[in-house]
């Protein structure tokens, strides 16, 4: 069974930088392609960024330049660092996993609110 837990939200001003943390279970980046995706209040959740198992990336056109997803296998931690942000970005942040083989499913973190104002 995986497991994602995100840390790292909280509130800040228009132009100011955060890094959420996804804490992941052993071994599955190899296995898994990684999402960070957000939801605004009575808005439809979107798909933020994208890491795959062999390290390419796909950003949403809404923050391209402005986040930047990574990982450190060692750690098994999911990162995505936010910079210049918006108003808009202000949203509840999950960091999510679509995986094959031995960790086959797909799976969800509880979620970390960001607010920006």
């Known amino acids: 069974h995986v497991q994602l837990v995100e840390s790292g939200g909280g509130s800040v001003q228009p132009g100011e930088s955060l890094k959420l943390t996804c804490k992941t279970s052993?071994?599955?980046?190899?296995?898994?392609?990684m999402h960070w995706y957000r939801q605004a209040p009575g808005k439809e959740r979107e798909l933020v960024s994208t890491i795959f198992a062999g390290g390419a990336t796909t950003y949403a056109d809404s923050v391209k330049g402005r986040f930047t997803i990574s990982r450190f296998n060692r750690a098994n931690e999911l990162y995505l660092q936010m910079n210049s942000l918006e108003t808009e970005d202000t949203a509840a942040y999950y960091c999510?996993?679509?995986?094959?083989?031995?960790?086959?499913?797909?799976?969800w973190g509880q979620g970390t609110q960001v607010t920006v104002s």
């Open positions: 052993d071994f599955i980046f190899n296995v898994c392609q």
């Open positions: 999510a996993a679509d995986c094959v083989g031995w960790a086959q499913g797909s799976y």
